[in-house]
């Protein structure tokens, strides 16, 4: 190790041989291609709970010169203040002076924060910053975990140690299709369920960038680079580009599979236990309770998957690398409860939209029918397109019915904000919008969806009905 010859002395002669050492051990670490100077990437590859913007903003704070970068005078200069201010925060935190923080102190401090947290709470926080397994945080690890977050105030440092990571219902129909007995036996189930995946992946893919922004205006509201539609667009192009409007689908398509496979086979065997040895076909009331157990069972099975959809939906550039990343990341940082962050206010939406939705839809198939009655001998089946319409339109009602608690459990799931880690989070989100935004604000995020259903609704249409011919699948 070798000490550097810095440009402004007077930093390094008030420091210990020992913090002069340290420093100078800290920026050769960083200083991977020992060019004498560091950027953000440098600074990302060891820190890496650190998120990008964080980084950014030390960076600029340390660049005196405005270079882009830092050398080694304008690291110590940023190091030596910015430690200075930590350790008077610190100080203030350890309240029995023993020079540890214990988990009692850390929830006496949050708590004179307004935040109340459980020990749980409190263990995972600890954990996030002792290195050392001392089931207490030193100094030393308190420095190295803030070294480089921007700012000095305790209310900033502590949000950010909370949510320093970071997540739909009214999407498909929580009722799947009813199979009769030959389709059954023939496998012409499993045609039709394969088009349908296809298809929503294909729709899905097509109308990504708009449920991105619906997300957006679910989590963050309409404020800032997101005020309007095509500000919202401008801003999230010229952080990541064109492709960062698909951020979050892949993950949107994967968990197609096993959420329909889980619902199909949840629905069925609900059905059989409500018909029992009968071969009646069920009321609507008895749909709707079979769709709803159906949509729980599903939406329990792969919950998580929409954990990490809503992460990757919202994150920056550089933020994760990937599905199995996030995943690691998360669990890392929050522990295995963060993959059911929102799964209360999501159990809570899926009866009232599986009601509306299928009680909607019957009611205007039926209408249809009675206004167009079928020849004899050609059923009681009205067009395809009648049926999507239907189908559009009462997944619509269902959607308006249910959105304030999907808007909720996203904001859960996307774990920004101190009301979002309330006890009772789902009341607490709610309140909180209701009174900076008015009841209106349960419905941001509305318009994008909204405006993706017709497209996202006839590119399904006519993308099932090509694979399912190719299939040979024909209903009966």
């Given at each position: ?121 409190a263990d995972r926080l600890l954990k996030r910053m002792d290195a050392n397994g001392s089931l207490t945080i030193t100094f030393d690890e308190f420095r190295d975990y803030f070294l480089w977050y921007p700012s000095a105030k305790v209310q900033d440092l502590f949000g950010y140690w909370k949510h320093s990571t970071f997540v739909d219902l009214g999407e498909d129909s929580l009722v799947p299709d009813d199979f009769t007995e030959k389709e059954m036996v023939t496998g012409m189930w499993w ?286």
């Open positions: 190790m070798k000490l550097r010859n810095v440009k402004n002395p007077a930093t390094l002669e008030k420091l210990p041989v020992h913090d002069e050492q340290r420093l100078s051990q800290l920026f050769d670490q960083l200083d991977k291609d020992q060019n004498g100077r560091i950027n953000a990437d440098d600074i990302m590859r060891v820190f890496q709970h650190i998120p990008e913007q964080h980084v950014k903003e030390s960076l600029e704070k340390a660049d005196v010169l405005k270079s882009g970068d830092v050398d080694f005078a304008e690291f110590v200069q940023y190091i030596v203040e910015h430690e200075k201010n930590l350790n008077v925060i610190f100080s203030k935190l350890d309240q029995n002076r023993d020079g540890m923080l214990d988990t009692a102190e850390i929830r006496n401090s949050f708590q004179k924060l307004g935040v109340d947290l459980d020990q749980p709470e045609r039709h369920l394969v088009a349908g995946g296809i298809a929503g992946c294909v729709s899905r893919t097509a109308t990504a960038p708009l449920d991105r922004i619906k997300t957006f205006y679910q989590v963050f509201g309409k404020k800032g680079e997101c005020e309007t539609l095509a500000k919202c667009f401008q801003s999230m192009i010229k952080e990541g580009g064109y492709i960062s409007l698909w951020r979050g689908n892949g993950m949107n398509i994967l968990k197609i599979a096993p959420e329909s496979a889980v619902k199909f086979m949840s629905y069925e065997q609900i059905k059989k236990i409500i018909k029992g040895d009968s071969e009646r076909e069920l009321h609507i009331w008895e749909r709707v309770l079979a769709g709803a157990g159906a949509g729980a069972f599903s939406q329990s099975a792969i919950y998580p998957m929409e954990v990490i959809k809503t992460r990757l939906t919202l994150r920056t550039t550089g933020q994760f690398d990937g599905i199995f990343h996030a995943a690691r990341k998360i669990y890392r940082q929050e522990g295995f409860r963060a993959f059911y962050r929102g799964y209360a206010p999501n159990l809570m939406g899926i009866l009232p939209y599986a009601g509306i939705d299928l009680a909607v839809y019957e009611t205007l198939k039926r209408w249809y029918i009675a206004r167009n009655p079928p020849k004899t001998g050609t059923g009681q089946k009205p067009p395809a397109l009648v049926v999507l319409g239907c189908g559009m339109v009462s997944s619509i009602c269902g959607q308006v019915s249910s959105y304030p608690l999907a808007l909720v459990k996203t904001k859960l799931q996307a774990n920004v904000g101190p009301v979002a880690m309330a006890e009772n989070a789902t009341l607490a989100v709610m309140k909180n919008i209701v009174t900076q935004e008015g009841f209106t604000g349960l419905y941001r995020g509305m318009g994008p969806n909204f405006m993706k259903a017709v497209p996202a609704v006839s590119i399904s249409y006519v993308v099932y009905e090509h694979v399912r011919e190719a299939l040979g699948g024909h209903m009966t």
